[in-house]
């Protein structure tokens, strides 16, 4: 029997869906065959023409039956993908280009599909095809199932997983997450991936912890090696000491004894000892997280990310669909009211059937309200299934990254439309819904003062506005050290857009991630902020914290940072002042790191 090393390695990645688990690795190796290239003889090229189609149809049928034994309806959900990944199968331009190579190469079938696939990678935008235009990543999650098959080798039966288990992969093809008994499967740990990737996405919706973008994950992982897995941090232990999962574990049942504590503080008012009250919303995806955004004590939907409904499918919602979606969203809530944030599709979310060139700086190019504004069509059938919803409840409709003046006034001439039309056919809908400008992007918040003229709020998006301000990618795990919440140009961009909304008499909310982190939230609250809005397990906690304040003083804690010429010197500042002041809950900054 081999005997297991307790080697403490560390790895790190991105936390995808947050808790600290320990268990046995699971190795799927999908993406790792390694492909024989053979040139072969003229009489044998029926034979490789027809293996190679025996693979394909073999593909198929293993992709039927995974769809046929889906029976969690939770998963269900998620299983149209696996059409897509048939249709891909019944491509021809696949199938008909790879069986040509085959004939006129003279090469073996692995060899063949491997160029094949090659000129879809580098051609992939200029694909007529409509299904492989979709997502090159289902494309490749296809190949790998059809190169297992051509090398006969066995797929992992990841229905028949015993106990429970944290998988390993280098990357998570929805059908390999869909068919597994997710009963068995205690956490994800993925070579790449981001905040958005499938994995990440199914995993946060499911609370199964996970951690993307660790790299080096299916190549330092055996199948069997002990693990331990924070999906808060990203920290991945391989083959831990019993002390060191045992430190894990504790912070795991200090870290739940907590949550069970601040949950005390969920039902009770958010407001600060001298009596200032603050607005506290939850950011959710999908209208069944409004149970948990109650049960934290949400006070309304602060953000509803609408980008859920148009991924992972091969044709775009109707508007029926978003209106019965908004509908529900609206109803459910009510009274309190909720905040829809029109597609902010782009970056490394992109709409299939719709070629996105491949763009250089996809965080900087077609995307959001200019994807909107170009694509009208779109755009109309979401707002009028936001305006027809708005008759069931109270609805807001947020405009995501603008930049300047002219795309709100473009957004709202959009929605004037569509009114008008709705308006014309005497459908129903609220014809005073207030309509706000996100907030994230440097000059939306240098020129607050001028937007605030067009809109009735304001929402800062500060996931955004700090990646644009500091130029840090936010889902570059090689910068992250410099992503700063505290930084000095962002306290000074928050106060000035505080002041506009101020001056012009609209509310202003925050609905990135920053308020999550009580420390943060207090520095928020003394810019002059009083409605937040933030994923809903953090709001008892931030509850907590603001219950413990006097607003008059992290006023005047707010006025000592603008003193500090950096980020560091700011956020120690800040920690020492709340270690002080509640010393059993938040610890003093190191001496070392801190120089002020
Ligand atoms: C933000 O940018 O702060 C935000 C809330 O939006 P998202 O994270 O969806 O970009
Ligand atoms: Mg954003």
């Excluded at 947020?398 to 004037?416: H, W």
């Excluded at 700011?570 to 190191?590: H, L, Q, T």
Aim: aromatic content about 6%; glycine content about 6%.
């Amino acid at each position: 029997m081999a005997i297991q090393q307790q080697n403490n390695k560390f790895i790190h990645g991105l936390g995808a869906s947050p808790g600290i688990v320990v268990g046995k690795a699971y190795l799927l190796e999908r993406f790792k065959v390694r492909l024989p290239e053979k040139r072969i003889l003229s009489e044998r090229v029926k034979g490789e023409v027809e293996r190679f189609l025996k693979a394909i149809q073999q593909s198929r049928d293993q992709l039927a039956e995974i769809q046929e034994k889906i029976l969690d309806p939770e998963v269900r959900k998620h299983a149209f993908i696996l059409d897509v990944h048939l249709m891909i199968l019944n491509d021809q331009m696949l199938i008909q280009d790879t069986v040509d190579t085959i004939r006129k190469k003279k090469v073996n079938a692995e060899w063949a599909l491997d160029l094949t696939l090659e000129k879809l990678d580098t051609a992939f935008k200029a694909i007529e095809d409509e299904y492989l235009r979709e997502r090159r990543s289902d494309l490749h999650y296809v190949a790998a199932r059809i190169f297992r098959n051509l090398l006969g080798k066995k797929h992992d039966d990841i229905t028949k997983i015993k106990g429970k288990v944290i998988i390993v992969a280098h990357d998570l093809s929805p059908a390999d997450t869909l068919q597994m008994n997710l009963k068995h499967v205690a956490g994800f740990i993925t070579d790449i991936g981001g905040k958005v990737s499938h994995t990440a996405i199914l995993s946060r919706s499911l609370g199964i912890p996970a951690v993307v973008g660790l790299e080096v994950a299916t190549s330092l992982v055996n199948g069997g090696d002990l693990l331990v897995i924070d999906g808060d941090t990203g920290e991945v232990v391989i083959n831990p000491t019993e002390e060191v999962s045992q430190s894990f574990l504790e912070r795991n049942r200090r870290v739940k004894t907590m949550e069970r504590e601040v949950l005390k503080y969920a039902s009770l008012r958010a407001e600060t000892r001298d009596g200032v009250r603050i607005r506290l919303q939850a950011n959710i995806e999908m209208v069944d997280e409004i149970a948990s955004a109650r049960a934290h004590g949400a006070e309304g939907i602060g953000l509803y990310r609408t980008e859920i409904l148009y991924l992972n499918r091969k044709d775009l919602p109707t508007e029926e669909e978003h209106y019965q979606t908004y509908r529900r969203l609206a109803e459910s809530i009510s009274p309190a009211s909720a905040t829809i944030r029109t597609l902010d599709i782009g970056g490394d979310k992109f709409l299939p059937n719709y070629s996105m060139d491949n763009e250089m700086n996809p965080a900087m190019g077609l995307r959001a309200i200019r994807f909107s504004i170009k694509e009208t069509d779109i755009f109309k059938v979401q707002l009028r299934g936001i305006l027809r919803a708005s008759a069931h409840g109270k609805l807001r409709i947020l405009f995501p990254m603008i930049s300047g003046i002219e795309e709100i006034r473009q957004a709202k001439a959009i929605l004037e439309e569509v009114k008008k039309s709705l308006a014309k056919a005497k459908v129903l809908f609220d014809h005073g819904i207030e309509i706000g400008a996100m907030i994230e992007i440097p000059s939306a918040s240098v020129t607050a003062d001028l937007l605030s003229r067009e809109v009735d709020f304001f929402s800062i998006g500060t996931n955004d506005l700090i990646q644009y301000t500091l130029a840090i990618d936010r889902i570059n795990e090689h910068v992250s050290y410099l992503y700063e919440p505290l930084h000095p140009a962002i306290l000074r961009i928050i106060r000035g857009v505080v002041q506009s909304a101020l001056q012009a008499k609209i509310p202003v909310a925050i609905c990135g991630e920053m308020a999550a982190e009580p420390a943060y939230a207090l520095v928020l609250l003394g810019l002059g902020l009083n409605e937040f809005s933030m994923n809903p397990v953090a709001i008892p906690k931030v509850k907590k914290i603001l219950r413990m304040v006097r607003f008059e003083e992290t006023q005047s804690l707010v006025e000592e940072l603008f003193r500090f010429p950096t980020a560091l010197e700011i956020e120690c500042y800040v920690r020492n002042w709340m270690a002080e002041r509640f010393p059993g809950d938040f610890v003093k900054c190191s001496a070392k790191k801190f120089k002020a």
